[in-house]
C-alpha cells in the first residue's frame, strides 16, 4: 500500500544561475533547511535533474549563456523522469509577456528579482508540501488501480471455475461425450474469429464477447443433468416420448442457469451469455427447433454458432446407438443443412475453417479407456 505522507525529510532544491553571486546567496538561504544543488548552466542543471536521486524542487533562472531557462523547463516537462519535479522561475525578467512564457512552459511559480527571502521560503515550502500531496495521490491511485486489477482478475477466475464446475457436473451424466464440451467451446471461438469482421456479426462479436462466448459453451447441454438416466444413456435410439422428455434438457439448462444468476444477484451476469445458448441452441433456421420454435435472426447469434458446433462434433462422435462419421461426411451434411439447421453465413465460416474444426477435434479425440 501507498506509504502515508511524511514531511519530516530534508528535501532537495537545484539551483540554477549562471551568476556565482546569486548561487551563493540562494544556497546560504536554502542550505540549512534543504538538501541543496547547484548548476551554473542549463546543460548542467538538466544533468543533475535526471541524476538520482532526484531533486524535489528547482529554482531555474531565465537569462542564462547556452539553453536559457524557458528551454531547461521544456526540456524538464518532456522527460518523463523529471516531468513531475516543481519548477519555480528566479529572474530579472519582470514582464507580464515573461511571467506568461514561464507558466506556458511548465513552471508552477514565478519570482522576481531583487528577492525577497521570506517570499522564496514561502514558496519553495509551498511548493514542496504540494509535491508531497501530488506523489501521495499519485501512489494512492496507483495502489487502487493494482488492487482493482486483482480483484478483477479474482472474479474472472471465480466466474471461469463456476462455468466449468457447472459444465463437468453435466459431463458426469453423460460419459460418452468426454472431451465433447472442449472441442465445442474451440470450434465456437474459431467461428466468432472468422465471422468478427463480417458486417452482420461485427457489432455483437467484440473480443470481450468471443471470450465470453469461449467461457460459456460449455454450459450448453448443462440441462442433461435433469434429463433421467434411462433416457439420458439410452443405448438405442429414443422413442418420440422419450425424445420429447431430452428436448426439455434446454428449459432446465436455462432455468438452472437462471436459477445461478439470482443467486448472483447481478446487473449484468457473466452468465447471460450461457443461459442463451442453453436454451436456444437447438433451434433451427427454418423455425422446425425446440424450444421455442425460433427461425433466422430470432435465434441468438451464441446459439447459432453452438449449433454448429455442436451438431458438427456429434457427427464426428462414436455414441452408443451410432459409429462415428467421417469428418468429410459431416462438412458435407453441414453444408446441405445451410438456410434449413444452420444460418448460412455461419455454414460458410464452417466451411472455410472445416480443416481447422479437423485438427480440434484429432488434438481432443476421445481416447477408449
Known amino acids: ?50 541524476t538520482h536521486p532526484l531533486p524535489d524542487l528547482i529554482l531555474l533562472d531565465i537569462m542564462m549563456p547556452g ?12 522527460d518523463p523522469l523529471t516531468a513531475e519535479i516543481p519548477v519555480i522561475f528566479l529572474t530579472a525578467k519582470t514582464q507580464i509577456e515573461d511571467e506568461q512564457m514561464g507558466f506556458d512552459v511548465g513552471c508552477v511559480d514565478y519570482i522576481t528579482k531583487p528577492i525577497s527571502p521570506p517570499i ?18 499519485r501512489d494512492q491511485n496507483a495502489f487502487l488501480e493494482n488492487e482493482v486489477t486483482r480483484r478483477t482478475k479474482e472474479v474472472q477466475v471465480i466466474q471461469d471455475v463456476t462455468i466449468m464446475a457447472m459444465a463437468s457436473l453435466a459431463e458426469t451424466r453423460d460419459n460418452d461425450t468426454g472431451n465433447h464440451i472442449r ?38 447441454d448443462i440441462g442433461k443433468v435433469g434429463i433421467p438416466d434411462h433416457i439420458l444413456l439410452k443405448p438405442g435410439e429414443l422413442t418420440a416420448e422419450e425424445f420429447e422428455v431430452m428436448k426439455t434438457h434446454t428449459t432446465l439448462g436455462r432455468d438452472a442457469i ?9 446487473p449484468s451476469s457473466f452468465l447471460e451469455v450461457a443461459r442463451e445458448i442453453a436454451y436456444s441452441h437447438q433451434e433451427k433456421w427454418d423455425g422446425s427447433g425446440y424450444p421455442q420454435g425460433l427461425s433466422g435472426e430470432q435465434i441468438p447469434i451464441s446459439a447459432r ?23 468429410e461426411v459431416a462438412v458435407e451434411l453441414i453444408t446441405k443443412g445451410a438456410n434449413t439447421h444452420f444460418d448460412p453465413d455461419v455454414v460458410a465460416a464452417f466451411v472455410e475453417l472445416a480443416d481447422e474444426f479437423r485438427a480440434i477435434a484429432e488434438e481432443l479425440r476421445d481416447v477408449a479407456i
Open 67 to 78: 539553453i536559457d531557462g524557458y528551454e531547461v523547463c521544456r526540456q524538464l516537462k518532456a
Open 120 to 137: 522564496v521560503l514561502a514558496r519553495v515550502k509551498t511548493h514542496l508540501l504540494m509535491k508531497d500531496v501530488r506523489d501521495f495521490l
Open 1 to 50: 500500500m501507498a506509504e502515508a505522507l511524511d514531511f519530516t525529510d530534508k528535501k532537495s532544491v537545484l539551483i540554477v544561475d549562471d551568476t556565482p553571486e546569486n548561487l551563493t546567496l540562494m544556497n546560504g538561504l536554502l542550505k540549512d533547511i534543504y538538501k541543496t544543488k547547484i548548476a551554473n548552466n542549463g546543460e548542467r542543471a538538466l544533468k543533475i535533474a535526471a
Open 183 to 220: 472441442r465445442t467451446q474451440r470450434y465456437v471461438r474459431i467461428l466468432a474469429e472468422k465471422l468478427k469482421s463480417h458486417g452482420k456479426f461485427a457489432t455483437y462479436l467484440s473480443d470481450a464477447m468471443i471470450e465470453q462466448l469461449y467461457k460459456s459453451a460449455p454450459l450448453h
Open 258 to 266: 437462471l436459477a445461478a444468476e439470482k443467486l448472483i444477484q447481478t
Open 305 to 327: 454458432l453452438m449449433a454448429v458446433a455442436d451438431v458438427y462434433d456429434a457427427l464426428i462422435s462414436a455414441r452408443p446407438y451410432k459409429k462415428p462419421f467421417a469428418h
